[in-house]
């Protein structure tokens, strides 16, 4: 008697389309990794569902650099990335901002968050901000950036909507002036923290008084501003 063959498993015979489809509905970036390591056809279908993410959010997910690069470079329809820093998670660099700045989907962008990202400075944000040409929001509040990225922001962003600067510390009215001066569709400006005086939001007003500077009420030099005059 013949030995039997043994029957190819039902999840083996899925189209690796379908398969990126299953893969796509993941949301732990550890068990995309132990799925793309299962075969050549399940590597493949990894691949295929980061090429369809349009948002990936690696905050609360412990990532380097690297890993973070691997898997922004397979999306190439991201339109929103979130590598906010956690205390246990996602722990962005410069080296990484370097990286992730040759990503094709970095020219798409429409949205990012490096929230709390205290690994980055100017250096790693202007590498990237030069490349993100197409971004409308953004979330770069809780780090060390100065003016320096702000001029970055102002000369690469001009579809810029909203930003987020909160506690930004370094950042000082000439960077504000700028932003707002050449990002003529900005419609939101988080400033919380910020230590810049009340004549800059003032300036700020006289160039866009549509612009909505938040929060509403702000303690800045012992002052607080409940209401913000328009020209």
């Not at 246990?88 to 929230?115: E, R, Y």
């Not at 490349?131 to 990225?149: C, E, K, M, P, Y």
């Amino acid at each position: 008697m013949k030995p039997k063959v043994d029957e190819e498993a039902d999840i083996d015979r899925l189209p690796v389309d379908l398969l990126a489809h299953i893969f796509s509905l993941l949301t732990s970036f550890k068990d995309l990794a132990q799925s793309s390591g299962v075969c050549r056809k399940w590597r493949q279908g990894v691949k295929e569902s980061l090429a369809r993410k349009e948002s990936l959010s690696f905050s609360g997910w412990k990532t380097d650099d690297e890993s973070t690069t691997r898997l922004v470079q397979l999306a190439y329809s991201l339109k929103e990335l979130d590598i906010s820093r956690s205390r246990w998670g996602c722990q962005i660099t410069d080296h990484g901002l370097k990286q992730l700045s040759a990503a094709k989907c970095i020219a798409n962008l429409s949205s990012i968050s490096m929230w709390g990202s205290t690994g980055i400075t100017d250096k790693g944000v202007v590498q990237m901000i030069s490349r993100a040409t197409s971004l409308q929001h953004l979330n770069i509040g809780g780090t060390f950036i100065t003016d320096v990225s702000l001029f970055a922001i102002a000369d690469s962003c001009s579809h810029l909507k909203t930003i987020i600067l909160w506690g930004c510390r370094h950042v000082t009215e000439d960077g504000l002036l700028a932003l707002v001066n050449k990002c003529r569709k900005l419609e939101s400006i988080n400033v919380w923290g910020m230590r810049v005086p009340l004549d800059c939001f003032i300036g700020l007003l006289t160039i866009s008084p549509a612009l909505q500077i938040q929060p509403k009420g702000i303690a800045i030099h012992d002052e607080t501003l409940h209401a913000w005059p328009v020209y």
